[in-house]
């Protein structure tokens, strides 16, 4: 136990110093997810900080709220650096909403950026069982197993120590399973998330039976009761994304075609058309090619959106189907006859390893060319990125693509202009 | 995955889980903390001592058995137990009448003496100087910061250990309205 670090004349606090490292750690952990599954890094980094610090104040207010005298009598007492005045309850509560509200400011889609903090959730967890082992907080029941440790004079188990090894696997295998910090793994969003969310509440109601003082009700551990409830609601969670996907998927195509391209894309149309019903189609827009080494100067592109029950696999094979018939070779650049790209597929966000390469979802041209964007601009203009959020016009902000493109006008199902 | 799988050890591990936690009282009884073992832990029975005061008079923590003591360890190096204690005379003379006593432990075996008497009189202050002369308390009170404040109820089972500058007069006064609540009630 070591609730003090004495360094030389300088004594540390070890719960605050364990804890400030786990912010600073999970925090990078998390900027660093986020820049490799497309979330809004910034916003997410941004939205703990203050959560945080909200969080504090209002644990801090919540303190006083249960001891009115003390602030009538100290009012310096709202900012003394006094950790026991703190109420945990109104903290936390504080600190969710701030973080909603926040996130709601900002467009951050849910799941995505639940998935995103996982690793801060991992680190923050690991850090609060360390920094309990530090000050001999939360102490195990006496035991005469020869692990236990002596600690308040009785041997105890080493609670925290359980729950430590427990969380750092369930981190090795996070690594593992995101090959590291690169990708959420799983076609639906929040499925990371959960699955965290259960093996932390899992840990907790196995390790809190080896504690000594509980909180009770009705002869029960409230925090067990709680970690049952985390458990089986994001089991349950689980189950209905990965096992009862929406009846229908809704996806958005991007079509591009630099030979024969007018005709082409009507062709495309027509098979999209057959395969899976369109809902929308926008205008063809005209562009310079974005592949400069490429004999084809100019290219047209047009976007449509549909809801389709097939899994986003069947789908992809269905595209490369339509685009194979199209006389498409696969991994020739210069002439394309149609190319069809699944810009994104509900609002899920995934990277896939197929024959095809390794795919991303949102597909990153979302974000960089303005041939996608107009285009989804006139069929879908309120859309948010899956990822990050952005409206169109925040995606349009970043957009370093300045080539000129110009709408061509309606096009007719023959193919013509007018 | 497949879905009878999934299913599968869903429903083992939300078996397991709720088993568990049914079970926990019975493997795991929530037993009182054993009042014979003393600890500077909060929950636990305040090791005993005795100690002088600067004018060679004899403290037990057994004399103030049934009233609130705060147990401050300090030393007059340390500024910031000096930043605290104008706070806790603050307090002190306010519960002084409800029976609170405050014992100022000087951390004599790493202090110089007459400083700490000196600033300890020119001050004013009008609760209990001890004088720690070879640790001993400090070691079994397990002090590695100072100022260390370790709140005892009534009952002398520790309340809380503060480590640092969070003895803070409003934290104090709180905790105390809740301790002598707690004892009225008793």
Redesign the interface.
């Known amino acids: 136990m070591?609730?003090?670090i004495?360094i030389g004349p300088i004594?540390i606090?070890s719960t605050g110093f364990i804890l400030l490292l786990g912010y600073f750690i999970g925090s990078w952990l998390t900027s660093k997810f986020a820049q490799n599954i497309g979330t809004n890094t910034d916003v997410i980094e941004n939205c703990i900080l203050i959560s945080l610090l909200l969080g504090l104040v209002g644990a801090r207010a919540g303190?006083l709220l249960?001891?009115p005298?003390?602030?009538v009598?100290?009012p310096?007492?709202l900012v003394?650096?006094?950790?026991?005045?703190l109420n945990t309850g109104f903290g936390l509560l504080v600190g969710g909403l701030s973080a909603i509200v926040i996130a709601q400011k900002n467009n951050l889609p849910l799941w995505p950026t639940l998935d995103t903090i996982s690793p801060f959730f991992l680190v923050i967890f690991a850090s609060i069982h360390l920094a309990n082992f530090g000050s001999?907080k939360d102490?195990g029941?006496a035991t005469n197993l020869p692990w236990g440790i002596h600690l308040?004079?009785?041997s105890r188990h080493p609670v925290q120590i359980y729950a430590l090894l427990l969380v750092v696997c369930l981190f090795l295998w996070f690594l593992l399973h995101t090959k590291g910090l690169m990708t959420n793994g799983y076609v639906r969003s929040g499925v990371l998330f959960n699955l965290i969310l259960a093996s932390l509440g899992?840990i907790t109601?196995?390790t809190?039976?080896?504690i000594?003082?509980?909180v009770?009700l009705a002869?029960?551990?409230v925090i067990?009761?709680i970690s049952?409830i985390i458990?089986?609601l994001s089991?349950g969670i689980?189950?209905q994304k990965?096992?009862r996907p929406p009846e229908r998927n809704a996806v958005l195509i991007s079509m591009g075609s630099n030979i024969d391209s007018q005709q082409n894309l009507v062709k495309g149309l027509e098979s999209l058309k057959t395969e899976f019903g369109v809902n929308k189609s926008s205008s063809i827009y005209r562009s310079r090619d974005i592949n400069k080494h490429s004999g084809k100067v100019e290219y047209l592109n047009q976007l449509v959106n549909f809801s389709t029950s097939m899994s986003y696999k069947e789908v992809i094979e269905k595209l490369k189907s339509i685009e194979k018939a199209s006389g498409r070779q696969p991994g020739d650049k210069h002439s394309v006859p149609l190319d069809l790209d699944l810009l994104t597929y509900n609002n899920d966000v995934f990277h896939v390893q197929d024959q095809h390469g390794l795919q991303y979802v949102p597909h990153p041209d979302l974000l960089r060319h303005r041939h996608i964007v107009l285009p989804l601009a006139e069929i879908s203009p309120g859309f948010k990125h899956p990822a990050n959020g952005l409206s169109i016009q925040g995606i349009m902000k970043n957009i370093k693509d300045n080539r000129k493109i110009i709408k061509m006008k309606e096009v007719t199902h023959h193919g013509s202009t007018r | 995955m497949k879905?009878q799988l999934?299913?599968g050890i869903?429903l083992a591990?939300?078996s397991f889980?709720?088993i568990?936690?049914?079970l926990?009282?019975v493997?795991?009884p929530?037993?009182r903390?054993d009042a014979s073992?003393?600890?500077p832990?909060r929950?636990?029975t305040a090791p005993g001592f005795s100690l002088q005061t600067p004018q060679e008079s004899n403290h037990s923590l057994s004399d103030y058995e049934g009233q609130p003591v705060l147990v401050f360890f300090w030393a007059s190096w340390c500024s910031v137990c000096k930043a605290a204690m104008p706070g806790l005379q603050a307090v002190y003379t306010d519960y002084a009448p409800n029976g609170f006593t405050i014992l100022a432990i000087n951390t004599s075996h790493q202090d110089t003496l007459a400083t700490a008497l000196n600033y300890f009189q020119s001050q004013g202050y009008s609760y209990t100087m001890l004088l720690d002369l070879d640790g001993a308390v400090s070691q079994e009170y397990?002090v590695?910061?100072?100022p260390t404040s370790v709140l005892i109820g009534g009952d002398g089972v520790v309340a809380?250990v503060?480590?640092?500058?969070?003895?803070?007069?409003?934290?104090l006064?709180?905790?105390l309205?809740q301790i002598l609540i707690t004892m009225e009630e008793d």
């Open positions: 070591l609730p003090v004495n004594a606090q303190f249960q001891n005298t003390v602030l009598n100290n310096l007492s003394s650096l006094t950790p026991s005045m001999g102490f029941l308040w004079n009785a899992f109601l196995f809190r039976a080896f000594e003082n509980k009770l002869g029960i551990d067990q009761l049952f458990l089986a089991l689980i189950y990965v096992y | 879905k999934f299913i869903t591990i939300i889980s709720l568990w936690l049914i926990t009282p493997l795991f929530v037993s903390i073992i003393s600890a832990q929950g636990f397990q590695r910061a100072l809380d503060v480590i640092g500058s969070g003895v803070s007069e409003g934290y006064r709180a905790r309205d």
